[in-house]
């Protein structure tokens, strides 16, 4: 995966919440607003932002995407797909239901777990989010210390209502609509 920043057009039409940026995998399989100043740390696999330079972050948000065999998934919902990937990250003090939302032909399912984390020995959140639209599958997850919760419930809020899959852009710099910076990544030839 290759990391380019572009410079936008002045008559671009790309639009984030305020405080925020607006991130873009592959051209346009995933799409979600995060907070301006975060770090992005590219992975194998995925992409992560921290909000501050690791060692120094509380938090990090990660997302990685894959492509669905162009049949009907209906008959799999994805609250069963994200019960089956939820690992346990430690000692589970508290696994909240599942959230399913529906917005036109996207479908997303995310769960909130407390854990114990056995490193540090202090409580922390994860919340993991899985969404399927136009034959892409995304995971999305947000780990933090339980006493940032009310800091990052709006992020978490934020990445969730901006979440768009299958948004393919043309033009990258002039973007399909507002104001914002963009950060696109583009698959390995």
């Given at each position: ?124 959140i994860s ?11 995304c ?22 209502r ?20 963009v ?7």
């Open positions: 995966m290759e990391q380019q920043t572009l410079r936008l057009r002045k008559d671009h039409h790309w639009k984030a919440s305020p405080g925020y940026a607006i991130f873009v995998l592959n051209r346009g399989d995933v799409r979600f607003d995060y907070p301006e100043d975060w770090v992005i740390q590219h992975e194998q696999g995925s992409v992560k932002f921290h909000d501050r330079e690791p060692p120094q972050d509380n938090c990090v948000l990660e997302v990685s995407c894959g492509y669905l065999a162009p049949i009907d998934w209906s008959g799999l919902p994805l609250r069963f797909l994200l019960a089956a990937t939820t690992e346990d990250l430690g000692e589970t003090l508290e696994r909240k239901a599942i959230v399913e939302e529906r917005r036109g032909s996207l479908e997303i399912a995310w769960q909130e777990t407390r854990f114990m984390d056995p490193r540090e020995k202090r409580p922390a919340r993991a989010l899985m969404g399927r639209d136009s034959g892409i599958q995971l999305i997850t947000l780990a933090f210390w339980v006493d940032d919760e009310a800091r990052l419930d709006p992020v978490w809020s934020e990445v969730v901006s979440l768009v899959l299958g948004w393919y852009v043309q033009d990258p710099t002039r973007g399909p609509a507002g104001t914002g910076s950060s696109i990544d583009e698959p390995d030839d």
